[in-house]
């Protein structure tokens, strides 16, 4: 059984048929629909991303299944972004990349370059885990997949703040208020105190290219689940309880549907959904010890998207014709009522699409703490047609816990959300996917050497 059908429990079903075979049968509960957070909103016929909206060019799992799926990049639309600090701007950008960098360079000095080699350190050794995993190499915890990918020092990266580690590497205090509150605004919701390990998952997606599918990102996870012919079953998951069959553990899942509640019996359970006590109110039985609670709470986000003209006299620019930016990003002021806002594309572009210039009514998607009242909307848009408003309990209040949860609840019990305490990305979860599956299958045949093993760059290169 496989609990939640976002991304996390289609890829783990796709790799789990992978890995076990296409005898496995595979059961996926899901309430709300398939896809999870990577939802859509739908304005005027078109249909836009609410959330998820940006894939990171080194995402390879993500890579892979689009190429599997038979799915398309969407075709890229440029705009220029800019840092807004309620009273102006204190960084944009150009179509000029030398004089970009220049920008930068005259601001901040070479904070920004000590910022690319930081994070590019990360990512390289983050790259190792695609080796490990080809090689059928899994862990059974955070902390030993994040020390086979950088020792200890990948460890006390979640445990310690970015803001913390960049200023170790000579980044300037401005730097990091300016534009790394900027990024991790836009993308976490949250402020430089997160920690710096998914300080750096989030900056790398920021400074790479990016992409998306076209049609929309939660085309991957019903791809993925009908490659796999999983059962979809539309219903909620409650609880499990442990039984035993001939010495083996025996999962109970027990949900309800439109039909009413039910319970089926299971070898092996993967739960992608959060085991937070503010997002499930899930029971475990019989489990001795019992399961516990998992410590932290999760950061509250609301996204409006919003058809309509902008407001660009807000901003400064009192002609809307000459408002040059099509993503805005907010440093952590305290009147500041939004934490980004962007002129977003539909989910399908054809090659005669245009983005709408900056006097005309566009579709706007505008992240918040808060649900925006009449006011805060009238000052960002002169006027507007429609207002969607999703709130989301999106990523986990990443200075609310130090510990991270386990990844084996029990012999064939697995969690697969606790990864989003590390870091919360598309690639993330599906990484996680991998090595949840790889970690089943090698316990399930008892390969103990495929776990947690020690040293394994070096067992890589002489297994190459």
């Known amino acids: 059984a496989v609990v939640g059908a976002g991304l996390g ?3 783990v079903a796709y790799f789990l048929q992978q890995h076990f ?16 957070r990577l939802a859509t909103v739908t304005v005027n016929k078109q249909q836009y991303e609410s959330r998820g909206a940006s894939i990171h060019a080194l995402s390879l799992h993500m890579q892979d299944f689009v190429k599997i799926l038979g799915l398309k990049h969407r075709r890229e639309v440029a705009g220029k972004s800019a840092i807004f600090s309620g009273e102006h701007f204190v960084l944009e950008e150009t179509d000029w990349y030398l004089l970009n ?15 690319q080699m930081w994070v590019e350190e990360v990512m390289e050794k983050f790259m190792r885990i695609y080796k490990y995993q080809a090689h059928g190499y899994a862990f059974s915890s955070l902390e030993e997949l994040l020390r086979s990918l950088g020792g200890d020092a990948f460890v006390n990266m979640t445990q310690r703040s970015v803001a913390e580690s960049l200023l170790e590497v000579g980044v300037t205090q401005r730097f990091v208020d300016d534009v790394i509150a900027a990024v991790l605004r836009s993308s976490y919701g949250q402020s430089v105190l997160v920690p710096a390990f998914a300080g750096a998952m989030s900056l790398a997606g920021a400074q790479g ?12 996870c019903s791809g993925l689940l009908k490659l796999t012919k999983a059962n979809v079953i539309p219903a ?12 083996r553990a025996l999962y109970q899942v027990h949900y309800e549907g439109s039909e009413g509640q039910g319970s089926a019996f299971y070898d092996m359970v993967v739960v992608t959904t959060p085991l937070h006590p503010s997002r499930s109110n899930f029971t475990f039985e019989n489990f001795e010890p019992p399961i516990a609670d998992f410590p932290g709470a999760f950061q509250p986000s609301v ?6 003209y902008l407001n660009s006299s807000y901003f400064g620019f009192p002609d809307p014709k000459l408002f040059p930016f ?48 009449k006011q805060q909307l009238k000052t960002l848009f002169r006027s507007y047609y429609s207002v969607q408003v999703t709130e989301w309990q999106t990523y986990p209040r990443y200075d609310a816990t130090k510990s991270l949860p386990p990844i084996v609840l029990h012999e064939n019990l697995f969690y697969l959300s606790g990864v989003e305490w590390v870091a919360s990305s598309m690639e993330m979860i599906a990484v996680a996917a991998k090595n949840v599956a790889l970690l089943a299958y090698n316990r399930w045949h008892q390969d103990l050497e495929k776990i947690d093993q020690k040293d394994l760059m070096h067992k890589v290169k002489t297994e190459l």
């Open 236 to 247: 909620r998951v409650t609880g499990i309880s442990l039984h035993s069959s001939e010495g």
């Open 303 to 308: 996204t409006s998207v919003v058809h309509g």
């Open 9 to 11: 429990g289609s890829a």
């Open 326 to 373: 099509a993503s805005i990003l907010t440093t952590d002021t305290p009147d500041l009522f939004f934490n980004a806002m962007d002129n977003i594309c539909p989910v399908n572009i054809s090659s005669a699409f245009r983005r709408k210039q900056p006097q005309e009514a566009a579709v706007w998607r505008v992240l918040s703490q808060q649900p925006l009242d």
């Open 21 to 36: 075979g296409p005898q496995v049968q595979l059961d996926v509960y899901e309430p709300a629909g398939v896809g999870g």
């Open 209 to 220: 290219s990016t992409w998306a599918v076209e049609g929309g990102n939660k085309l991957v």
């Open 101 to 115: 960098l220049f920008r930068l360079w005259w601001h901040y000095g070479i904070s920004f370059l000590r910022l």
